[in-house]
């Protein structure tokens, strides 16, 4: 099992950036597959962003674009740079680690074996 933190939220205007960070212990950082979901109250988890193990990347349609997913494999870290951020980015950003090493990154959270809790973003109009 794998420990995930995530960090760098909070409140931005809309047009402004912001950096999340999400730090991984417990296990082999660089051969499993990494992801960003999130969550806005009432509505369920949706996907953002993953990176594979082999740094290919994947983006949601309403992203694409104004994110942009990395990963630090001597740190243990996995990053997302948001800018032009918007107002309907505002969600509860959640960290996902892939089940299974060297396999393919799925956009369905119920496909992800570990989670951190959590960092709020607010985007503001």
């Known amino acids: 099992q794998v420990q995930l933190v995530e960090s760098g939220g909070g409140l931005v205007q809309a047009g402004g950036s912001l950096r999340l960070s999400c730090a991984a212990s417990?296990?082999?950082?660089?051969?499993?597959?990494m992801g960003w979901f999130r969550q806005a109250p009432g509505k369920e988890r949706e996907f953002v962003a993953a990176?594979?193990?082999?740094?290919?990347?994947s983006y949601s349609d309403s992203v694409k674009g104004r994110f942009t997913i990395s990963r630090d494999n001597a740190k243990n870290t996995v990053n997302l740079q948001m800018n032009s951020l918007k107002p309907e980015d505002t969600a509860v950003y959640h960290c996902?680690?892939?089940?299974?090493?060297?396999?393919?990154?799925?956009?369905?959270?119920?496909?992800?074996?570990?989670w951190g809790q959590g960092t709020q973003v607010t985007v503001s109009s």
């Open positions: 417990g296990r082999t950082f660089s051969s499993y597959g």
């Open positions: 996902a680690a892939a089940v299974s090493p060297y396999g393919p990154v799925s956009y369905a959270p119920t496909d992800w074996g570990s």
């Open positions: 990176i594979r193990w082999s740094g290919g990347t």
